[in-house]
């Protein structure tokens, strides 16, 4: 400023230079923006990464010459404050699909032909094919143009909040481009790290003794789900877009126009997606990019084939959480050859023994496997497999490593039988093989400490009483210095005792006692579950809770009253009854009661259910399921089913060709829904 004004010029003067400033701050902004767009998006730079940096420093230097300029989508302020405690929930205003699989072309063929059925139409169908990313799949919602939250898919319908880990991608755009996006948008795609950056993640880590991810997909979903958005933002995350969710405001009719729009809108698509004509350009599409999969820089477990239209993909709607207008066509399992080293057998939590194979070191879909499942001896033998063998290896996506085949041809002189121990390798106990049963067994059950440890990290997993914390490695120390014998001791441990054990701080100690208080607050289902009965698995567990409401009931259950259960046959049911019969069980129950851990009561009463006073009709074909199966889930939700239309008719579920029950709904004004909203309300 002219150090010769006086009095209000000088005033102006400033008022002038910070209006300047405002500007020149806000197209810097405005300038970073479009090179991120360029580089990221477009994959088309125009200036040098060191004259980006230049801007960038300039931007910040500005900023903080004048804090009052600064705003929350400023390109400096992609990473935010910690978060604090844990990730919170966020409910999806549009539910988050899942995707039907197929691996055959003759699967894809059906999918192709059901289409053409539903529709009616004998048209090729335009359908556009995507990479199926394999990575993690996140909402990012948009309001009035600026970035307002971000979500994990989670089971779909409620997700975790990842806001500040999602602003930290730079080719996320804080603010979207132009003018004409929807008022309301939710962006949903894949995160991913790439091949190489996952090689680099894995390389630091193991040099500085952290936590080494088994897949890029792993290494994605740790790094978008951490608390501190710093540690995020130093992971190079990146994102492909493929569709929307919530909309306020127009939007494109064609899928592949959606993707365009999202692109101009400032969102990376992936440049390989593709629309064709009919089911053969899919597979055709299928082909190449399986030719291409290994020169990508990113994993791709398949290809995504989606209806374009729109219209149709509304017409055609969802079943069970998966769209009908899509499927993804797989690829197989990689199979890579290696030699058995030597065989053990792993005890799990119902003493079953699993035969694990420990092979030469060999990379398998970007992990570097050295041990692999035999399954058990039968499959042993079938497959003729001895140690010294060379063998092929697979491993599909998540899946634990199996060995396909032994190739016999190869055998070395020295290849050796497997044999099944005769006693448990952990404990010693009799090791029992049931005729007829594949798995054999260590008899010992709990004072077996393979299968106390296992009992009782099936007790604290993530589905069943969720102690969040307590992790494997902690659960073996326990176990092996005698503070735990079974699950009720988890709640009577002291701060104390928890740090005593090796490499434990202060502070995790403190944080598992929380989460076992935390977990006391469960539901009868998780608690059933938790409990880890033989062949009960989550849903036996849901429907073994609602049938019996609570506790008692199942104490005075016998095998006949649980097989009226859907899930439970005469198997499943011995084994409940035995195990509440049990006296120690019964201990360990009462203990665990006794502790504080409880639920809400279920009803089975019908007068709380959900679709009490209600009048159902149902007619025509259903294609999810049979007429006396939708009969039943209805009158299990407490509704009447009746045989015809007619004023007391609260709804008429039309399935495909329904008739003259149709016509008399439509005459009375009874409400219809068609599967789609059937399942829906179910
Ligand atoms: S569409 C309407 N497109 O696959 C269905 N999903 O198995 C919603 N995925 O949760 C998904 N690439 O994480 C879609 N091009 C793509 C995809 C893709 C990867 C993942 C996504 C989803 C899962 C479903």
């Known amino acids: 400023m002219d150090p010769r004004l006086r009095g209000d010029d000088r005033l102006r003067c400033r008022g002038d230079e910070m209006a300047i400033m405002k500007q020149s701050i806000e197209k810097l902004r405005a300038t970073l923006n479009e090179h991120n767009y360029r580089y990221y998006v477009l994959d088309d730079p125009i200036i040098s990464d060191a004259k980006y940096d230049q801007l960038f420093k300039q931007l910040k230097e500005y900023e903080a010459l004048h804090p009052e300029c600064l705003t929350n989508d400023s390109p400096t302020q992609r990473v935010g404050a910690k978060v604090s405690g844990s990730l919170a929930p966020i ?9 039907d699989n197929g691996f055959s072309v003759e699967e894809i063929y059906a999918f192709d032909q059901r289409i053409h059925d539903r529709l009616k139409n004998n048209d090729l169908i335009e359908y556009m094919c995507e990479p199926k990313m394999d990575g993690l799949a996140v909402s990012i919602r948009y309001e009035k143009g600026r970035l307002v939250k971000a979500a994990t898919r989670g089971d779909g319908q409620t997700g975790e909040d ?3 880990n999602i602003r930290t991608i730079a080719s996320v755009p804080l603010v979207l481009r132009g003018k004409n996006y929807p008022d309301v948008l939710e962006v949903r795609g894949e995160v991913y790290l790439s091949k190489k950056k996952f090689e680099e993640l894995n390389e630091r880590a193991s040099q500085s003794g952290e936590k080494i991810f088994a897949n890029p997909r792993n290494a994605a979903a740790g790094s978008v789900r951490q608390l501190d958005p710093r540690i995020t933002a130093a992971r190079s995350l990146e994102i492909v877009c493929y569709g929307i969710g919530d909309v306020i405001g127009d939007i494109p009719h064609k899928q592949s126009d959606i993707l365009a729009a999202l692109q101009t809108w400032g969102h990376r698509v ?5 629309v064709v004509k009919g089911i053969v350009g899919c597979v055709a599409y299928y082909e190449k990019l399986a030719k291409k999969r290994e020169r990508l820089p990113y994993e791709i477990d398949g290809v995504v084939y989606k209806v374009n239209v729109i219209d149709l993909q509304n017409q055609l709607g969802m079943i069970s959480r998966a769209p009908r207008w899509a499927i993804a066509h797989k ?7 290696t030699t058995v080293k030597s065989v053990t057998f792993q005890v799990g939590r119902t003493g079953a023994l699993t035969p694990v194979a420990h092979v030469k070191p060999v990379l398998v879909q970007g992990v570097t496997v050295s041990n692999a499942t035999l399954h058990n001896m039968d499959e042993i033998h079938r497959k003729d497999i001895q140690v010294g063998d060379r063998v092929v290896l697979r491993r599909a996506g998540d899946v634990i490593p199996e060995i396909v085949r032994a190739l016999v041809q190869y055998r070395p002189d020295h290849a050796k039988k497997i044999q099944l121990p005769s006693h448990c390798p952990v404990c010693h106990a009799v090791v029992e093989q049931i005729e007829g049963e594949a798995v054999a ?6 004072a077996c400490p393979a299968q106390r440890k296992e009992s009782i990290k099936h007790f604290a997993s993530r589905r069943a009483m969720d102690v969040e914390g307590l992790g494997d490695k902690t659960i073996d120390q326990l176990v092996e210095t005698g503070l735990v014998d079974s699950i009720a001791d988890l709640y009577t441990l002291t701060e104390t005792q928890l740090s ?14 929380d989460a076992l208080e935390k977990s006391k607050k469960t539901t009868l289902a998780r608690f059933l579950y938790a409990l880890g009965i033989r062949e009960v698995g989550e849903a036996t567990a849901k429907q073994l809770a609602m049938h019996v409401g609570d506790l008692p009931g199942i104490f005075s259950a016998t095998e006949e009253s649980l097989q009226e259960i859907d899930e439970v ?3 499943v049911a011995k084994h409940i009854v035995r195990f509440f019969k049990d006296k120690n069980n019964r201990h360990v129950m009462d203990a665990l009661l006794k502790s504080g851990i409880h639920w809400e009561k279920v009803s089975i009463e019908k007068k ?5 006073g209600k009048t159902f009709v149902l007619t025509g074909t259903l294609d999810s399921l049979s007429r006396t199966d939708a009969k039943e889930k209805l009158e299990s939700l407490g509704a009447k089913v009746a045989g015809s239309v007619s004023t007391k008719t609260s709804y008429l579920v039309a399935g495909a060709d329904a008739g003259s029950k149709l016509q008399k709904a439509k005459e009375l004004g009874v409400a219809v829904l068609d599967e789609t909203q059937f399942l829906t309300l179910l």
């Open 569 to 571: 046959g005469p198997v």
């Open 162 to 164: 990842i806001t500040q």
């Open 331 to 337: 690829f197989p399992a990689e199979e890579v050859m």
């Open 608 to 612: 709380d259910l959900p679709l009490k």
């Open 500 to 513: 005593s054990l090796e490499r434990m701080a202060e502070k995790s100690a403190n944080n598992i006692l």
């Open 441 to 446: 067994r260590c008899l010992a059950g709990l």
């Open 270 to 274: 992936n440049p390989e997606s593709a």
């Open 91 to 99: 409910q999806h205003a549009i539910p988050m699909l899942s995707l």
